[in-house]
């Protein structure tokens, strides 16, 4: 729920970054670009830790399979989006995540009731290549070492590439799970 509240954060201190004035390029590396870039990172920190906690005393729901894939959708969806609008991501890689996101969120719902579909492996990886990705093109470093421009790019169109791949996984494994709970119901 955390990560849910600080995603207005996040846009609003992007926004305030690049307030329409002449200087919006210079203002990238300003103090509210610093500030989005610690809020993503926390934001990011909160899955970690929420995760460790949940398995180390047993806790994992069905609640937290669901509300947790919701909440990294939402924090990712907002930094693509945003870097998108700031001309800083091609909007092409936005939105082959994020239908391959929405996609994927549909589907859970439609197979909710032959079960939960938690985050396999590779949707993990998926994550952390997003966040790595988004978390480099946030930090107002990149004005100063272009260098890191470039790796943000290939670790962004990494990540693309690894969203449709366990886009396709997902498709799979849902159809499966329906199959299984429909044989075992004799239908």
Do not use: C
Not at 13 to 42: C, I, K, S
Not at 108 to 116: D, E, K, L, S, T
Request: charged share 15%; hydrophobic share 60%.
């Amino acid at each position: 729920m955390v990560r849910i509240a600080l995603v207005p954060v996040f846009i609003w201190f992007l926004l305030l970054d690049t307030a329409g004035t002449e200087e919006a390029f210079a203002a990238e590396n300003g103090p509210w670009r610093w500030a989005a870039a610690g809020v993503f990172a926390a934001a990011m920190i909160t899955d970690k830790i929420d995760g460790d906690l949940a398995r180390a005393r047993n806790l994992v729901t069905d609640f937290g399979k669901i509300a947790d894939p919701i909440a990294d959708k939402l924090l990712i969806g907002a930094g693509l989006v945003m870097l998108s609008l700031l001309g800083e991501l091609h909007w092409w890689v936005t939105i082959v995540i994020l239908v391959r996101e929405i996609s994927v969120t549909v589907l859970r719902m439609a197979v909710i009731r032959y079960g939960v579909m938690p985050a396999s492996r590779g949707g993990k990886l998926k994550t952390v290549l997003q966040s790595a990705g988004l978390q480099l093109m946030l930090l107002p470093l990149v004005v100063i070492a272009p260098w890191l421009a470039d790796i943000a790019f290939w670790i962004m169109i990494l990540a693309a590439v690894v969203t449709v791949v366990t886009g396709v996984d997902y498709l799979i494994s849902a159809l499966r799970m329906r199959a299984a709970a429909l044989r075992s119901r004799g239908d």
